[in-house]
């Protein structure tokens, strides 16, 4: 069955062809960890955990990297402002190390929260500075550098297809800009190598050029060549990393081995807050997987929110949507607790599922016919087993759930047992009202094989 991704360096959808059969390398850009990650930040990985668990579905041993920026992602695109590390390191009041450690702990904690399996490595930029070092003196050597008051950059006039990736008018931008460019050549230059200058920082190395820190870009680079190797299979981002950070990762990458790190680029879409704006860590304010949970939302509510779209199109994060998606998720937990063991994976819905994840990872199509599979003719037994097989994709962990214990007053628990009896006597007009006053007190009750089941 044909596997198929829209690849953002192509503009097209492309069948998946490894480089190694059986394998695939896949590398993801991580988190800056000066903050919290918010709810858009973690969709972008719920869509790299799902391309990981498809490429697994089809058979392929994925190395999965996913870097950490724990140094040189400056407050400003444009090489200019300050260390993200360092101004969160005044923001807390701790060290700039210590801010990563933290924050890094958080982000694990909460993709682990959201079935998120964790990468083969996480790749630390400041366990690898020598790597990136050695990068840029290859970059040099090949002559694509120049040296000014600050730092090494990358003279993107020197590559004739920079920026190719996200189809950037160089000669538009470059005609458009207002700022003062200081000693850069070309407004699309970036930084390599950033020095120290008079004000010491907490984060700096020495180099052939001087006391400094690397670039933001450099580290992917670096990191994922020693880890992935020269050339490997897919790049995954934020589409937010398209016109600066992955155009500047393949520059680098083409200076100093002639070809882009990766053959597949794939990128995932915004996510939306009510009035359409992107949710963004740098405007202040943003919502934290916690703060979900502190609503009373189930972590794997915000994953089946997000896998109810395609991870190419905007999302729109309301209460009402999460509301829904924790409604929609409590309903397959209950199908499935009910549905007996024993089964085998029907292979018409295996099939009819597997051509849809294999098409660009369209889980809403995946999902309706998961709910089309609950709702036929199959045995019980055999759609447990089709929803079994479907969730190693899906990731809803419906085999470890366990209901929580729930406390139910004696005077709701008298009007359950009296409804029971008066269904047991054929007295539905009693039973109705029995039920209303349940609902009335908080509670909603289902009739299953195995009595009464009452719930919040």
């Avoid at 549905?339 to 995946?366: H, S, V």
Wanted: charged letters at 25%; aromatic letters at 10%.
């Amino acid at each position: 069955m044909e596997l198929m991704f829209y690849d953002t360096y192509e503009r097209r959808l492309r069948p998946f062809v490894p480089l190694q059969t059986g394998a695939a390398g896949l590398y993801a850009c991580g988190p800056t960890v000066y903050d919290y990650a918010h709810i858009g930040n973690l969709r972008t990985y719920l869509f790299g955990d799902l391309l990981r668990r498809v490429l697994a579905l089809n058979g392929y041993a994925v190395n999965h990297v996913i870097c950490v920026t724990d140094v040189g992602h400056l407050t400003s695109d444009a090489d200019t402002g300050e260390d993200k590390m360092e101004k969160g390191s005044r923001r807390t009041s701790q060290s700039a190390w210590e801010i990563a450690a933290f924050y890094t702990r958080a982000f694990q904690q909460d993709i682990a929260a959201l079935h998120i399996l964790a990468p083969a490595v996480w790749a630390r930029a400041t366990e690898h500075i020598q790597e990136q070092i050695d990068f840029i003196a290859d970059i040099e050597r090949n002559g694509f550098t120049y040296r000014t008051a600050d730092g090494i950059y990358f003279d993107t006039q020197k590559l004739e297809r920079y920026g190719h990736l996200a189809r950037l008018d160089i000669g538009g931008l470059q005609s458009g800009h207002r700022v003062d460019l200081r000693d850069k050549r070309t407004v699309t230059d970036f930084a390599l190598w950033k020095f120290s200058g008079a004000q010491q920082r907490q984060m700096e190395w020495d180099s052939p050029w001087g006391r400094g820190f690397p670039g933001w870009h450099i580290e992917c680079s670096a990191m994922s060549t020693k880890y992935l190797g020269a050339l490997f299979d897919i790049h995954i981002g934020g589409e937010d990393h398209i016109p600066v950070h992955h155009s500047n990762e393949i520059a680098q990458h083409e200076a100093c081995h002639a070809h882009p790190p990766a053959r597949y680029w794939l990128h995932g879409a915004f996510l939306n807050v009510d009035g359409g704006d992107k949710m963004s860590k740098s405007a202040g304010e943003f919502l934290r997987l916690d703060t979900l949970v502190e609503r009373g939302f189930d972590p794997l509510a915000y994953r089946y929110l997000v896998l109810s779209a395609h991870y190419r199109s905007p999302l729109t994060f309301s209460w009402a949507a999460l509301d829904a998606a924790q409604t929609a998720l409590g309903r397959l937990r209950l199908a499935w607790r009910r549905l007996p063991d024993g089964g085998q994976p029907d292979a018409g819905y295996q099939q009819a599922m597997q051509a849809e994840l294999n098409q660009d990872l369209n889980t809403p199509r995946a999902l309706a016919l998961m709910w089309e599979l609950l709702k036929s003719e199959l045995p019980p037994a055999t759609q447990k087993a089709t929803l079994r097989w479907l969730d190693q994709v899906l990731g809803f962990g419906l085999a470890e759930w366990t209901p929580a214990l729930l406390e139910v007053p004696d005077a709701v628990q008298a009007l359950v047992t009296a409804r029971d009896q008066a269904r047991q006597e054929k007295r539905w007009a009693d039973a109705d009202t029995l039920r209303q006053a349940i609902e009335s007190a908080g509670f909603t009750v289902r009739d299953t094989p195995a009595g009464a089941s009452v719930q919040r």
